[in-house]
């Protein structure tokens, strides 16, 4: 784990307060709104720290930007709107169940897995399909 730096802990709160997902330079303009002095490397650092730490959540928009959002439980899985990016933590058991299985078929130990599922939400359902703007990225870090 990373050692907190007073930069750090601003990052960390202002994804906290944060409404769902948001990038690095989004939240960079927010610090910088406040007054902070923070750069943008740091922040970048700071949400990648937190991203690898399992602080926060980390999704890949379809244009390639990583987009960030605070994460207030230990391992989960999310269900994510693919037009307006509502996201939703979910409980999978039989997701948990699945991936112990074929990792032991396989001979595999301490693995692990990220599931999110992404669809409409309520409200972006009746509107018109769009083709989305958020998806899953190649890896989490």
Known sequence: ????????????????TAEGFVSAQGLHATLHATGSPIG???????????AAEGAA??????EGESLY??????HHHHLICRNCGLT?????DAVEIWAKNVAAEHGFSQAAHVVDVFGLCATC?????????FARGASRP
């Open 1 to 16: 784990m990373k050692r907190n730096t007073w930069q750090r802990e601003a990052v960390r709160a202002a994804l906290d």
């Open 40 to 50: 943008l490397a740091t922040v970048y650092r700071a949400l990648a720290d937190l």
């Open 57 to 62: 959540d980390s999704l890949q928009s379809p």
């Open 69 to 74: 959002r605070a994460c207030t439980n230990d």
């Open 88 to 92: 939703v933590e979910i409980e999978a």
């Open 125 to 133: 359902a009746p509107v018109a399909p769009s083709p989305g703007r």
